[in-house]
Structure formats: structure tokens, C-alpha cells
């Protein structure tokens, strides 16, 4: 097959390993930077260019966008859509996760365990956005941040009061989310691919640090799942109508809740903390389901 992994980066750790695996079971593999393709919006013959020339005969691509290039990224996803290639995650899915209140708002439309959370833009009413969530600790959220940046926690009601009015002058989308003590600074990474979690980590903050990003200096270790986490992180990734994902859990009193659903989950991580072949997996998904063709997104929202 001949397979593109859409990055802006070649020398990526996940780029690097997915070409690699590809390369592996005979595909034809190539990087392509989606920011320097250009397109024609046209029903007759829709292409995408790179470099001056059409980029022709792909079987799958594989999107990996960056969480600040998603406007452009998914233009291009969806264009080759268009063309009908097959896509490991599609266009509309990506979007839709990229946005945590539609990836929060759909989840709970699916009864998936979340920690309780509130939603703001211009509230007079802090107090009352404060008591929706049980009151302080509590966690506070940019909308469109990533690894860990714009996520704070309050840890009294004065301290949440006043970076709640600091977002507000900011004219910032924000969530407010009840704080999963529990999970004592680490969250669960499960890595799903088409229906199954095919591996599994859980990350620790760095010390005094309640962000287990790896980004913010968190550790991983392998984890051994529980069924009901394994079916949550499943469901959640199905109603993303993500094929591939990496669905963050937390271990709260409550049973797993889902903090984030990731579209272009790191294999760097994950692969090198379980030794399990991450990308042999998601080359195997592709070479299962591309040829069917044909799928497109189901879902309403
Ligand atoms: P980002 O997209 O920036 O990674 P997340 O929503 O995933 O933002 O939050 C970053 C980290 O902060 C999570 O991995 C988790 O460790 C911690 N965290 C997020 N929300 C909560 C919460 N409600 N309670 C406890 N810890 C949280
Ligand atoms: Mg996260």
C-alpha cells in the first residue's frame, strides 16, 4: 500500500516509528508537511499538491496534526477524504476532539464517567460556576490548551475566584472541573486502536506537581487495567468515532473518569515504557480497513 503520514515533522519519535513500521510490511511510506500542501476545492477532480506536484494513488493517510495546526490539518484530511482515501482518524473526529467541552458534552451524552465539570465564558455568577463543581480544590481549564499548559488548580475558593476573573479579562472559553484528588497526581494513558486497548501507562507528576504530563517532567510506568477502566477508555474513544486514540483516564471514588480524549496520541511514551509495537499495530489497523474504503464518520455531533 501506499500510506502518507500527514507531519510536520519527519524526525518526530511517532512519525519516525510509524514510517518505520510501515516500511516493515512492504508499504510504501511518505512524509508529507500538510502545512505545505495546497489544495483544489473542485467536484471534478479534488487533489491535494505538494511541492508542485498532485499527490497521487495514496491508499491511508495518517494524520498526525498538531493541537495548533488543526484548522488547516483537518482542511487537508478532510480533502483527501474527498478524494476518497482512507483516513486512520477522520477529519470531523479530529475537530471534534480537539474542542474539550464537545469531547466532555458527548462523552456525558454517552453516560461515560467524567469528573463533574462546569463551563464559562463571561459568568458574572463565579460563585455559582464555583458551586457546580462542589466548590474549591478545583481545577480550572483553558479550553484549547495542551500537555498541561492552562490547566491550574485552585486550591482554595479566593484562589479559584480570582483566576476564574483572570480568564474572564482574557476572554477565554473555560472549564471548571471538580478535583480528582484521589488519582494523587497521575492519570491512566490507554491506547486505543479500532475497539481495543492495545497498551496502557500510567503517568506521575513530578513531584508537588498534579499534572502528570510528561511534557510538565511526569514518569510512566506500565499498568495492569481493570475491565471497567478498559471499557470506559473504549467507549470513549468509539463515541469520538476516533479509530485510534489515547483516552486519559483518572482513578477517582467514583470509578474511571475521562479527562481527555487525544486524537494524535505520542507513541514515544507509551512504546518505550510497555515495549509493546504501538505502530506495527496502528499499520496492521490500516491494512485491515483500508481497502474496505468507505467509512465515513457516523456521528451527529
Ligand atoms: P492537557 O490537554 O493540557 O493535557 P488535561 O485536561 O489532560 O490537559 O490535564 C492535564 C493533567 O492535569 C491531566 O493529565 C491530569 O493529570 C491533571 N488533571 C486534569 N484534570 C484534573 C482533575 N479534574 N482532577 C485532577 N487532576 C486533573
Ligand atoms: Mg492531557
Not at 133 to 143: D, E, H, N, S, T
Not at 202 to 208: I, P
Not at 232 to 249: E, Q, S, W, Y
Not at 256 to 271: A, F, H, R
Request: hydrophobic residues 40%; positive net charge; aromatic residues 6%.
Amino acid at each position: 500500500m501506499k500510506i502518507a503520514i500527514l507531519s510536520q515533522d519527519p524526525s518526530l519519535y511517532s512519525t519516525k516509528r510509524l514510517k518505520e513500521a510501515g516500511e516493515k510490511q512492504g508499504h510504501e511510506m511518505r512524509v508529507i508537511n500538510y502545512l505545505r500542501c495546497y489544495m483544489n476545492i473542485t467536484s471534478l477532480r479534488p487533489s491535494v499538491f505538494y511541492n508542485g506536484k498532485p499527490l497521487e494513488d495514496f491508499d491511508a493517510i495518517i494524520p498526525r496534526i498538531g493541537a495548533s495546526k488543526t484548522f488547516y490539518g483537518t482542511a487537508v484530511v478532510r480533502q483527501f477524504e474527498v478524494m476518497g482515501v482512507f483516513s486512520m482518524n477522520e477529519s470531523q473526529a479530529i475537530s471534534r476532539s480537539r474542542d474539550k467541552l464537545r469531547c466532555l458534552q458527548i462523552l456525558a451524552r454517552e453516560g461515560i464517567g467524567l469528573p463533574v465539570t462546569g463551563f464559562a465564558h463571561a459568568t458574572q455568577d463565579i460563585d455559582g460556576l464555583i458551586e457546580i463543581v462542589g466548590g474549591a480544590p478545583l481545577v480550572i481549564k483553558l479550553l484549547e490548551g495542551t500537555q498541561g499548559i492552562g490547566v491550574v488548580l485552585a486550591e482554595t475558593y479566593q484562589a479559584a475566584k480570582s483566576v476564574i476573573e483572570a480568564f474572564r479579562n482574557l476572554d477565554a472559553n473555560i472549564l471548571v472541573q471538580e478535583y480528582i484528588k484521589e488519582a494523587q497526581g497521575s492519570d491512566i494513558r490507554c491506547f486505543v486502536v479500532s475497539g481495543k486497548v492495545i497498551a496502557a501507562m500510567k503517568r506521575q507528576g513530578a513531584k508537588g506537581e498534579f499534572r502528570s504530563n510528561l511534557h510538565r517532567g511526569g514518569q510512566a510506568e506500565q499498568i495492569r487495567l481493570t475491565p471497567e477502566e478498559r471499557s470506559t477508555a473504549v467507549r470513549a474513544a468509539k463515541a469520538m468515532g476516533l479509530r485510534v486514540a489515547g483516552v486519559d483516564l483518572l482513578r477517582s471514588n467514583h470509578g474511571p473518569v475521562v479527562v481527555e480524549v487525544n486524537s494524535s496520541p505520542g507513541l514515544e511514551g507509551i512504546e518505550t515504557v510497555t515495549g509493546i509495537d504501538v505502530a506495527g499495530k496502528i499499520i496492521e489497523f490500516i491494512e485491515k480497513n483500508a481497502a474496505v474504503g468507505a467509512t465515513r464518520d457516523r456521528i451527529q455531533y
